[in-house]
């Protein structure tokens, strides 16, 4: 074989075994581009759902407050309620 053969047979492997590197080099840089942008992805979801468990948060400390209003007002009638019935031991009417 020639000299000008060999390195003609020497550049087209080099050059293949390159453009194989580079593609496995690609290939992993596009699988961290990826794994990225599903971290950031989760992190936005994350942001949101923080955001809603602050609001449903806020939304259990309204209805909290509601049921203890509700509950302190059950009890003062139900106060006023025995006190009528001791001042007032009639029967029923039939």
Do not use: C, F, H
């Not at 075994?17 to 989760?42: G, H, M, P």
């Not at 509700?70 to 009417?93: M, T």
């Amino acid at each position: 074989m020639s000299d000008a053969t060999l390195a003609l047979i020497g550049a087209l492997a080099g050059g293949s075994v390159l453009k194989i590197v580079e593609s496995w080099l690609n290939r992993s840089k596009e699988t961290n581009d990826q794994a990225s942008d599903y971290r950031d992805e989760l992190r936005k979801d994350i942001e949101s759902l923080r955001a809603e468990l602050t609001k449903t948060r806020a939304e259990v400390e309204s209805y909290r407050e509601k049921y203890y209003q509700v509950q302190e007002q059950l009890s003062i009638a139900l106060i006023k309620l025995a006190e009528e019935l001791k001042d007032d031991p009639k029967p029923p009417a039939a």
